[in-house]
């Protein structure tokens, strides 16, 4: 065990981890599922259709018929009465190798407890944009094994980033050194050349990665950029791999050179600086994808406050000893977080006013919104994050249905052009969500979980003892 490693080891072991993980577990395997008389949100288009019956048998979808049929025998039989049945979501932008708690707790980071937490939450896909390769792959490969618990995962892999540049100065503000060396060597590759660029393509690539991801950004302010010839050459090599690009950006101009770069998604988007009108228009006219993340960057802000507050879901899923870090008098303000860290929270605070405006106007124009939360990190927790992101995109005035296309079928066809899952459809793969009320009434609905399937078996929830007292 290498120095840093004992370092980390003991460090958790003296701060003591609280046993938090049983979230989920697979329920009873059942031969068929039916969802009776549901109000049915397919994602294959912006309607919803009352009164239907949902049949899954093994892991597929088998048919979707007016209410009325006889169950098939042995079936498990689910009341859709007043509820509304939609695909399982999918979180464009988590990192599970993270952790929810503030720097200052020194918390070791729960994969498996994130994984269990997004499932919990409805989250049935995520992707994972930057992390460690190695560790992206085996938890994967637990999770098809069915060996632990958790959502269908895709990964980046290290995101591709300028010498110096995002994530090095918020990683080595907000960890010690060298713990800080030992996160950044595994999350990020500097990139010099278009042949190192074209490399470092082929090693996520070959690493299993399902989207290739790079940072342009002058995070903390003034940080080095990734050049643009090398961002050209890094997508040119991601698409003859047959990967699609997500950019890490904060503002309008990064935001359109990096779609004109030929980008496919752009992580945080616009919620830096302000969005002009003709850079609202070219984003639009070339349809980008954007996940805002509107609910982390708010609830950084909040911390930074001394404002953030958790809400029922996120008591539900979190250690209570996390939230309570978050909650009781830490605001970041006077946390020591690096100066660079600071200016970053003041210039996004400064700009809190015009981001419904941005992204309302960048759904106006023709960008597609999905849904993406950078959780877990510094306040936002795991699976609940994607319930608030959803509330937030609503707040912009993006029509529910829109929203919720976002989180579903338009996410998972960024994902997986096979068009394996992300809709309801007889054929397809049975992640579905189901929740009381209609969230296309009211989009909060999403987070009254009644039953959660994934890949056509019930995941059985429940909530760690003393949580649902807290969660009141
Ligand atoms: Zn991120």
Not at 401 to 408: N, Q, R
Not at 417 to 435: C, H, K, M, S, Y
Not at 458 to 472: C, D, M, Q, Y
Request: hydrophobic content about 45%; overall charge negative; charged content about 25%.
């Amino acid at each position: 065990m290498s120095r840093v490693a004992l370092a980390v080891a003991l460090a958790g072991a003296t701060l003591g981890c609280t046993d938090y993980r049983e979230l989920v577990r697979p329920g009873p395997e059942a031969e068929s599922i039916l969802v009776r008389d549901v109000c049915l949100f397919p994602a294959t288009g912006p309607e919803c259709f009352e009164h239907v019956d949902v049949l899954v048998r093994g892991a597929k979808i088998e048919s979707i018929r007016p209410t009325g049929a006889e169950p098939p025998p042995g079936a498990f039989v689910v009341s859709g009465r007043g509820r509304t049945l939609l695909p399982g979501l999918v979180d464009v932008h988590v990192h599970l190798l993270a952790s929810s708690a503030p720097p200052w707790r020194w918390a070791l980071p729960d994969p498996e407890h994130n994984l269990q937490a997004y499932l919990y939450a409805g989250v049935t896909t995520v992707c994972d944009l930057g992390g460690p390769i190695g560790d992206l792959a085996d938890l994967r490969e637990e999770v098809e094994s069915g060996e632990i618990p958790g959502p269908r995962i895709f990964y980046a892999g290290p995101m591709l980033t300028a010498p110096g540049g995002h994530p090095t100065g918020v990683v080595e503000e907000t960890v010690p050194w060298p713990v800080s060396s030992l996160v950044l060597s595994r999350i990020a590759r500097e990139i010099e050349t278009p042949e190192e660029g074209a490399r470092a393509v082929d090693e996520v690539a070959d690493g299993g990665a399902g989207v290739v991801k790079v940072a342009l950004d002058d995070l903390p302010p003034g940080a080095p950029k990734l050049d643009l010839d090398l961002l050209r050459a890094i997508v040119e090599r991601a698409r003859a791999r047959g990967l699609p690009v997500a950019a890490h950006v904060r503002k309008a101009p990064d935001a359109v050179a990096a779609a004109r770069a030929g980008v496919g998604l752009l992580a945080h988007g616009v919620l830096g600086g302000p969005l002009g009108e003709d850079e609202a228009r070219i984003l639009g006219s070339l349809r980008i994808r954007v996940a805002p993340t509107l609910a982390s960057v708010e609830g950084y802000v909040a911390l930074f406050e001394g404002e953030w507050k958790p809400n029922a879901l996120d008591r539900e899923i979190e250690d209570p000893g996390i939230l309570a870090d978050l909650t009781t008098g830490t605001d970041l303000a006077t946390r020591e977080v690096g100066p660079g860290f600071t200016a970053f929270l003041y210039e996004m605070s400064d700009h809190r006013a015009t981001w419904a405006s941005s992204v309302g106007r960048l759904h106006e124009a023709g960008a597609v919104l999905l849904a993406g939360t950078d959780s877990p990190l510094l306040g936002a927790i795991p699976g609940a994050s994607l319930h608030r992101e959803i509330r937030a995109l609503g707040e912009c005035g993006i029509p529910p249905a829109e929203v919720l296309l976002g989180a579903t079928s338009r996410a998972a066809s960024f994902l997986d052009r096979q068009g394996r899952f992300g809709t309801i459809e007889p054929g397809r793969i049975a992640d579905l969500l189901l929740v009381e009320g209609n969230p296309l009434v009211d989009l909060s609905a999403t987070a009254r979980i009644v039953l959660v399937v994934k890949e056509g078996r019930i995941v059985e929830r429940f909530v760690p003892e003393g949580r649902l007292e807290a969660a009141k």
